[in-house]
T-cell receptor, first 114, second 116 residues
Framework: DGGITQSPKYLFRKEGQNVTLSCEQN?????MYWYRQDPGQGLRLIYY???????QKGDIAEGYSVSREKKESFPLTVTSAQKNPTAFYLC?????????????FGSGTRLTVV | AQSVSQHNHHVILSEAASLELGCNYS??????LFWYVQYPGQHLQLLLK??????LVKGIKGFEAEFIKSKFSFNLRKPSVQWSDTAEYFC??????????????FGKGTKLSVKP
């Protein structure tokens, strides 16, 4: 079945450590996105990539980094510079044509800083 | 700044009550509109979408939404809710530039709790 796989589902990190969240899709979508979900805040865009080897900052990119070396993969690194990293992280993908039918979302990774 | 507003943070209804969740956006120009649902412990799923044509859009599970361009609104409705509709609902909008689209911007979400 086509879809988006995020791993791990739960992640614990010590303060001061970097951690990388995985996102893989087999939908042949060009565009991929990372959102952060906090209670009462909705979804806020961290980074997005419309094409391989290219990505742009979203609304809350500080303290995060990404790469897009393959069409299928868009990993997100939460660095020690991110002051409040505990959150639920969602990866999504979409086509780029005008007939896009919205985004397909992964099941998310819950990151907790301990 | 471009934004999406959902009027209610938490709505509590009894089964069989009617539902209307408000959504307003602040973009000018052509937009695409979406409602997503997140059931407890599950990932976001698309409920319905509007690109063009009939402004009354029907989605899955008996939900519908009406696009009123003059009011910049895209309210979600269901005539009779069920306990299984308990979830968080997100309105989302992106700008349509013809051959491409802007990023999807989400509202803050509305939690719906349906009492059996």
């Amino acid at each position: 079945d086509g879809g988006i796989t995020q791993s791990p589902k739960y992640l614990f990190r010590k303060e001061g450590q970097n951690v990388t969240l995985s996102c893989e899709q087999n939908l042949n979508h060009d565009a991929m996105y990372w959102y952060r979900q906090d209670p009462g805040q909705g979804l806020r865009l961290i980074y997005y990539s419309q094409i391989v080897n290219d990505f742009q900052k979203g609304d809350i990119a500080e303290g995060y980094s990404v790469s897009r070396e393959k069409k299928e993969s868009f990993p997100l690194t939460v660095t020690s510079a991110q002051k409040n990293p505990t959150a639920f992280y969602l990866c999504a993908s979409s086509t780029r044509t005008a007939l896009v039918v919205g985004y397909t979302f992964g099941s998310g990774t819950r990151l907790t800083v301990v | 700044a471009q934004s999406v507003s959902q009027h209610n943070h938490h709505v509590i209804l009894s089964e069989a009550a009617s539902l209307e969740l408000g959504c307003n956006y602040s973009y000018g120009g052509t937009v695409n509109l979406f409602w997503y649902v997140q059931y407890p412990g599950q990932h976001l799923q698309l409920l319905l979408k509007y690109f063009s044509g009939d402004p009354l859009v029907k989605g899955i599970k008996g939900f519908e939404a009406e696009f009123i361009k003059s009011k910049f609104s895209f309210n979600l409705r269901k005539p009779s809710v069920q306990w299984s509709d308990t979830a968080e609902y997100f309105c989302a909008v992106n700008q349509d530039y013809g051959g491409s689209q802007g990023n999807l911007i989400f509202g803050k979400g509305t939690k719906l709790s349906v009492k059996p």
